[in-house]
């Protein structure tokens, strides 16, 4: 949707690197965040989220980012994986509230070389 | 998630063609929802279902229809298929207090 975007829309690093997908918001109302990890020929996958009240949350390896001011969001992968190769996904709760629809990004695809 | 689960798996058909996609999900939730999902597109709501008597368009909902027959299962139909209906279409779930959704493995759809 447009209210929900990504900055780069493809994403390459080593094994072992430290990844970093950002994503961009455009509604101050949105009070809920959440990354999904989808890999090819299967349904996205939970990963982590985040509440607006909070600026940081981490999960296995995974750490969400908030900033509000900028209304910008990032997923940060530690120690990526061939495993982790996969499209990723932010999507944010426009209505805020108890309607809990979901807004999705296009997705980032996350490539990790040997 | 094995708790979701979509069928079939895959699909060809012909234009003007009505077909089915059924969901099930076995997590207890009351939520469930239809995406419809094509390349550089990202997710879009198809239907959303808040409980087995409620039923609520989404973003696309123009061609679809849907049946919320129970709690546990939720069915998406395509009453004349056209081409660009061709997508992966996914099925998720959420409970009543929590924003977090489930997603099944999808159903490809060719329209031919």
């Known amino acids: 949707g447009e209210n929900v975007g990504l900055h780069l829309p493809t994403l390459s690093v080593q094994e072992g690197d430290n990844s970093i997908i950002n994503c961009a918001y455009s509604?101050?109302?949105?009070?809920?965040f959440i990354w999904y990890k989808q890999e090819s020929g299967k349904g996205p996958q939970f990963i982590i989220d985040i509440r607006s009240n909070m600026d940081k949350r981490q999960g296995q390896r995974v750490t969400v980012l908030l900033n509000k001011t900028v209304k910008h969001l990032s997923l940060q992968i530690a120690a990526t994986q061939p495993g982790d190769s996969a499209v990723y996904f932010c999507?944010?709760?426009?209505?805020?509230?108890?309607?809990?629809?979901?807004?999705f990004g296009k997705g980032t695809l996350l490539t990790v070389n040997p | 998630d094995a708790d979701v689960t979509q069928t079939p798996r895959n699909r060809i058909t012909k234009t003007g063609k009505r077909i089915m996609l059924e969901c099930s999900q076995t997590k207890g939730h009351d939520r469930m929802y239809w995406y419809r999902q094509d390349p550089g597109l990202g997710l879009q709501l198809i239907y959303y279902s808040f409980d087995v008597k409620d039923i609520n368009k989404g973003e696309i909902s123009d061609g679809y229809s849907v049946s919320r027959q129970a709690q546990a299962k939720f069915s998406l139909s395509l009453e004349s298929a056209i081409p660009n209906q061709t997508a992966l279409y996914f099925c998720a779930t959420s409970d009543s207090h929590q924003e977090t959704q489930y997603f099944g493995p999808g159903t490809r759809l060719l329209v031919l």
């Open positions: 999507a944010e709760n426009i209505e805020g509230g108890s309607n809990y629809k979901l807004t």
């Open positions: 509604n101050s109302a949105s009070d809920y």
